[in-house]
């Protein structure tokens, strides 16, 4: 499967951007999001589960980011709100077969990542 991450870009800190990831095919996959920032390693951010009712997110983004779904349109979003300059990094949409979850060695597939960054 084919993963196609878009929407990032440059925003205020305090505003809202939403990510977008497109999955090729018709199976539906357990997604997640995961950032890396310059410098740091790779971390969790958001997972759904297949049928979008499970959710999951980092303490970090709680309350702050949504993730969500459209199976019709085999697409993931994260919406992010209240966007700090700490947000800032490469956001990577993920997949996998089975269930859902915050580990990135448990998914199968990896988009390419789209850039989001956050100006004080």
């Known amino acids: 499967v084919q993963l196609q991450a878009s929407g990032g870009g440059l925003v205020q800190a305090g505003g809202s951007l939403r990510v977008s990831c497109a999955a090729s095919?018709?199976?539906?996959?357990?997604m997640g999001w995961f950032r890396q920032a310059p410098g740091k390693e790779r971390e969790f951010v958001a997972a759904?589960?297949?049928?979008?009712?499970?959710?999951s997110y980092a303490d970090s983004v709680k309350g702050r980011f949504t993730i969500s779904r459209d199976n019709d349109k085999n697409t993931v979003y994260l919406q992010m709100s209240s966007l700090k300059p700490e947000d800032t990094a490469v956001y990577y949409c993920?997949?996998?077969?089975w269930g859902t979850g915050q580990i990135s060695d448990e998914y199968d597939y990896w988009g390419q990542g789209t850039e989001v960054t956050v100006s004080s």
């Open positions: 095919g018709r199976t539906i996959y357990g």
């Open positions: 759904i589960s297949s049928s979008g009712i499970r959710t």
């Open positions: 993920a997949a996998r077969r």
